[in-house]
């Protein structure tokens, strides 16, 4: 295309903003891109400046993003606007870009090409087999938290010399001799887990100049999304790399920075203009998703925050229906109202079950609406339930490719040497471990010179010879083979599928066949559509893959998934359900500023995913709160009344007598502030604060310990101790 065409074309499809953004010539860029406001549009019409106006080689581009789904959207919208003239540019997420950059350079710190990445299963298992070997069983932290703690200083490039030595208590102690062997065993096994992608990545780099020299002067323009989610490792990656040209554009919203929980960094797109004097900064506000009715509430909500960059969204389209509250008794009748809504709206508005999503903070949560939903009839999807690459079934015949590509990948060997069963106990793997370690060498060489092993009595070491053999055989054909061909091979070789029609009833374990014939397919059409179709390609990608990249926008069913979950998408009808105090906001977030601040994003996220309407939802009373009435959210006293609209709860009426009253009447003369009160869940407390009356009366309580709760008289079960 010609350049003058191509820039009157930029000029005809983007607004002053967006063309702003796109066509800044070089240096550093800022963008802050507020929820529906094209971001994917800019990035994408940027790349394609710096090749069709500036003449960048795509060669020397790198565009970084957070999810394979995003990836994968920039691809393809690139492919639209250049054809082949965009290869050899690197659109990844940060762990396939890392991955792919230790694939190439990684053998200077000790790891050969084929490492295996492990995810939190294999990381956690391998953390349990470092307690058991340091006999630290009985120890606290238990090893899930362990596993927490040793992610979260990876994010902060702490490494365990570092570790150790700051360590001021028995935990960190603890913590600090565990992160130090599963490090080892990582090294060992020829595998890194998904902090260590970042970190070594980080390492790479700033123990090999010449290697970080390579990639600076290869990627001449770096584009990265989402920059209100990089954590402190992904921050030091990207400096690292524009340090020199500073040719670095980042996209991202503050507003929709939900992440710290797992070490995003909200300061590092807040303080990009202190990391780069004089860099451009474009606020792109036109909204294309949503009424202005939902702009202008999620935007009072989230003004509320200290910690943030001002921008307000406006769209050029309809004003939009009110916002609907839905005030429910407890959980089911909440889950009943929104299937109610949903269903109507459905044959009203002629939509389909996929214009539909319903969100809720805690994963918990979905049991209720599950329920409402199956008495109904009415399909539905679950995004960020047990995902397909996590069952058991599949990572069994992952863990037979896995070792096939790197025998060394000791987590995965251990799962599957005696699946299906052939004999091969704890003993056996006890002996043959410390046979291993004694003669260093891995856990793989081992199994395949267990003749030499004198520990081991000839029955065992025909067992293993049987099974090292089977092995050997896979791993001659890999090179043979197709990777679905070869896994068809490994799944009937190990009789697998007759393996899981004797361990599960008959329902159960066809489900179970069911998914392993998927993983075929889904070999098969990896195979189809990549340039490499390999089998180590392929396992890298399934390792990579998150919960929205299986998922399908067009399938004819309901979605349900957490806040988390819905970022970066879309619906026509948006339903947020649980709306409590405690529970979103979460109780244990509304004693922190930063952490109150969050959650207030995450509820600017849920609404800002609604193109048209949007239902909030609330129990008078949820069975997790025990006893303890629950109170409405204050984000919801935070939208303006007049973007409101707030059904009456059908039922309330018929559940309370006037008996009932007369007793809140009687309770709200006693309770007055100062009153002591005892309460069977929080103990002694005293009254600070009084609102409402009937029904609706609510007291604030100091308990012991300076615990303050809030709490709906009629559902609490107090005691009145006197001043």
Same mark, same amino acid.
């Given at each position: 295309?010609?350049?003058?065409?191509?820039? $009157?074309?930029?000029?005809?499809?983007?607004?002053?903003?967006?063309?702003?953004?796109?066509?800044?010539?070089?240096?550093?860029?800022?963008? &802050?891109?507020?929820?529906?406001?094209?971001?994917?549009?800019?990035? =994408?019409?940027?790349?394609?400046?710096?090749?069709? =106006?500036?003449?960048?080689?795509?060669?020397?581009?790198?565009?970084?993003?957070?999810?394979?789904?995003?990836?994968?959207?920039?691809?393809?919208?690139?492919?639209?606007?250049?054809?082949?003239?965009?290869?050899?540019?690197?659109?990844?997420?940060?762990?396939?870009?890392?991955?792919?950059?230790?694939?190439?350079?990684?053998?200077?710190?000790?790891?050969?090409?084929?490492?295996?990445?492990?995810?939190?299963?294999?990381?956690?298992?391998?953390?349990?087999?470092?307690?058991?070997?340091?006999?630290?069983?009985?120890?606290?932290?238990?090893?899930?938290?362990?596993?927490?703690?040793?992610?979260?200083?990876?994010?902060?490039?702490?490494?365990?010399?570092?570790?150790?030595?700051?360590?001021?208590?028995?935990?960190?102690?603890?913590?600090?001799?565990?992160?130090?062997?599963?490090?080892?065993?990582?090294?060992?096994? #020829?595998?890194?887990?998904?902090?260590?992608?970042?970190?070594?990545?980080?390492?790479?780099?700033?123990?090999?100049?010449?290697?970080?020299?390579?990639?600076?002067?290869?990627?001449?323009?770096?584009?990265?999304?989402?920059?209100?989610? %990089?954590?402190?490792?992904?921050?030091?990656?990207?400096?690292?790399?524009?340090?020199?040209?500073?040719?670095?554009?980042?996209?991202?919203?503050?507003?929709?920075?939900?992440?710290?929980?797992?070490?995003?960094?909200?300061?590092?797109?807040?303080?990009?203009?202190?990391?780069?004097?004089?860099?451009?900064? *474009?606020?792109?506000?036109?909204?294309?998703?949503?009424?202005?009715?939902?702009?202008?509430?999620?935007?009072?909500?989230?003004?509320?925050?200290?910690?943030?960059?001002?921008?307000?969204?406006?769209?050029?389209?309809?004003?939009?229906?009110?916002?609907?509250?839905?005030?429910?008794?407890? @959980?089911?009748?909440?889950?009943?109202?929104?299937?109610?809504?949903?269903?109507?709206?459905?044959?009203?508005?002629?939509?389909?079950?996929?214009? &539909?999503?319903?969100?809720?903070?805690?994963?918990?949560?979905?049991?209720?609406?599950?329920?409402?939903?199956?008495? =109904?009839?009415?399909?539905?999807?679950?995004?960020?339930?047990?995902? &397909?690459?996590?069952?058991?079934?599949?990572?069994?015949?992952?863990?037979?490719?896995?070792?096939?590509?790197?025998?060394?990948?000791?987590?995965?060997?251990?799962?599957?040497? #005696?699946?299906?069963?052939?004999?091969?106990?704890?003993? %056996?793997?006890?002996?043959?471990?410390?046979?291993?370690?004694?003669?260093?060498?891995?856990?793989?060489?081992?199994?395949?010179?267990?003749?030499?092993?004198?520990?081991?009595?000839?029955? *065992?070491?025909?067992?293993?010879?049987?099974?090292?053999?089977?092995?050997?055989?896979?791993?001659?054909?890999?090179?043979?083979?197709?990777?679905?061909?070869?896994?068809?091979?490994?799944?009937?070789?190990?009789?697998?599928?007759?393996?899981?029609?004797?361990?599960?009833?008959?329902?159960?374990?066809?489900?179970?066949?069911? #998914?392993?014939?998927?993983?075929?397919?889904?070999? $098969?059409?990896?195979?189809?559509?990549?340039?490499?179709?390999?089998?180590?390609?392929?396992?890298?990608?399934?390792?990579?893959? %998150?919960?929205?990249?299986?998922?399908?926008?067009?399938?004819?069913?309901?979605?349900?998934?957490?806040?988390?979950?819905?970022?970066?998408? @879309? &619906?026509?009808?948006?339903?947020?359900?649980?709306?409590?105090?405690?529970?979103?906001?979460?109780?244990?977030?509304?004693?922190?500023?930063?952490?109150?601040?969050?959650?207030?994003?995450?509820?600017? *996220?849920?609404?800002?995913?609604?193109?048209?309407?949007?239902?909030?939802?609330?129990?008078?009373?949820?069975?997790?709160?025990?006893?303890?009435?629950?109170?409405?959210?204050?984000?919801?006293?935070?939208?303006?009344?007049?973007?409101?609209?707030? $059904?009456?709860?059908?039922?309330?009426? @018929?559940?309370?007598?006037?008996?009932?009253?007369?007793?809140?009447?009687?309770?709200?003369?006693?309770?007055?502030?100062?009153?002591?009160?005892?309460?069977?869940?929080?103990?002694?407390?005293?009254?600070?604060?009084?609102?409402?009356?009937?029904? #609706?009366?609510?007291?604030?309580?100091?308990?012991?310990?300076?615990?303050?709760?809030?709490?709906?008289?009629?559902?609490?079960?107090?005691?009145?101790?006197?001043?």
């Amino acid at each position: 295309m010609d350049k003058l065409d191509f820039a $009157q074309n930029l000029k005809n499809q983007l607004n002053p903003a967006q063309y702003e953004a796109v066509t800044h010539p070089q240096g550093p860029l800022l963008i &802050f891109a507020g929820a529906g406001s094209g971001k994917t549009r800019v990035l =994408t019409n940027r790349i394609a400046h710096l090749v069709e =106006t500036l003449r960048v080689d795509p060669y020397n581009i790198l565009a970084v993003t957070f999810t394979n789904k995003a990836a994968g959207e920039m691809n393809q919208r690139l492919e639209k606007l250049l054809g082949r003239q965009f290869q050899g540019l690197w659109v990844s997420t940060f762990h396939s870009l890392c991955a792919r950059i230790l694939r190439f350079d990684g053998e200077v710190l000790g790891y050969k090409k084929n490492f295996s990445i492990y995810d939190q299963d294999d990381s956690l298992s391998l953390i349990k087999r470092c307690y058991k070997e340091l006999g630290m069983q009985d120890a606290n932290p238990a090893p899930g938290i362990c596993a927490v703690k040793i992610s979260r200083a990876k994010d902060r490039l702490i490494y365990p010399d570092e570790y150790k030595s700051s360590a001021s208590n028995l935990i960190e102690r603890n913590v600090a001799r565990v992160y130090e062997r599963y490090q080892e065993e990582l090294l060992a096994s #020829n595998a890194l887990d998904f902090d260590d992608l970042i970190m070594k990545a980080v390492e790479l780099f700033r123990k090999f100049s010449e290697i970080l020299d390579k990639y600076r002067q290869r990627f001449l323009h770096i584009l990265v999304d989402e920059y209100q989610d %990089t954590n402190h490792a992904q921050y030091v990656l990207v400096n690292l790399l524009a340090a020199e040209h500073k040719n670095l554009c980042v996209v991202g919203d503050d507003d929709q920075s939900i992440y710290g929980w797992r070490g995003a960094d909200i300061s590092n797109i807040l303080n990009f203009e202190k990391d780069f004097p004089g860099a451009k900064v *474009v606020r792109l506000e036109q909204n294309y998703r949503s009424t202005q009715t939902i702009l202008t509430a999620a935007s009072a909500v989230v003004v509320k925050n200290v910690g943030r960059s001002p921008k307000k969204l406006w769209t050029e389209g309809e004003v939009g229906e009110k916002l609907t509250i839905l005030p429910t008794e407890d @959980e089911s009748r909440e889950a009943i109202a929104v299937v109610e809504k949903l269903s109507g709206l459905r044959s009203t508005d002629f939509l389909t079950l996929s214009d &539909f999503v319903i969100l809720y903070r805690t994963n918990a949560q979905s049991r209720s609406l599950e329920e409402a939903l199956r008495r =109904t009839g009415i399909p539905y999807e679950i995004v960020g339930g047990v995902r &397909f690459y996590e069952r058991m079934e599949i990572k069994d015949v992952l863990a037979y490719l896995r070792v096939i590509v790197n025998p060394s990948d000791s987590v995965s060997l251990l799962r599957i040497i #005696n699946v299906p069963k052939r004999g091969i106990g704890p003993q %056996t793997i006890s002996k043959l471990q410390k046979w291993a370690d004694s003669e260093k060498i891995s856990f793989y060489e081992a199994l395949i010179l267990s003749e030499d092993n004198p520990e081991l009595s000839q029955n *065992v070491k025909k067992k293993l010879a049987d099974f090292g053999k089977l092995a050997e055989s896979f791993k001659k054909k890999a090179g043979e083979l197709l990777p679905e061909k070869l896994a068809s091979e490994v799944i009937e070789k190990t009789n697998y599928l007759h393996h899981l029609e004797e361990a599960f009833p008959r329902e159960e374990a066809e489900s179970r066949i069911d #998914n392993v014939k998927e993983l075929v397919s889904a070999v $098969q059409e990896f195979s189809e559509r990549s340039e490499t179709p390999t089998l180590e390609a392929f396992l890298e990608e399934v390792s990579l893959l %998150t919960d929205i990249d299986r998922w399908d926008p067009e399938s004819d069913k309901v979605t349900l998934m957490t806040l988390h979950s819905a970022k970066g998408l @879309e &619906f026509p009808v948006v339903f947020i359900t649980g709306l409590e105090e405690g529970l979103f906001p979460l109780s244990r977030c509304m004693e922190s500023r930063e952490e109150l601040e969050e959650e207030r994003r995450l509820f600017y *996220v849920g609404l800002t995913r609604a193109k048209e309407r949007v239902f909030l939802s609330y129990a008078f009373r949820r069975r997790r709160f025990d006893d303890v009435g629950s109170l409405r959210s204050q984000f919801l006293e935070e939208i303006p009344q007049e973007l409101v609209e707030e $059904q009456k709860p059908e039922r309330l009426a @018929e559940v309370y007598s006037q008996q009932e009253l007369k007793k809140y009447a009687a309770a709200e003369q006693l309770l007055e502030i100062g009153i002591r009160v005892y309460h069977d869940s929080f103990g002694v407390g005293k009254i600070i604060e009084k609102k409402g009356a009937g029904e #609706n009366l609510t007291v604030t309580v100091l308990f012991e310990g300076y615990l303050k709760k809030k709490i709906m008289v009629k559902y609490a079960n107090m005691e009145i101790l006197g001043h």
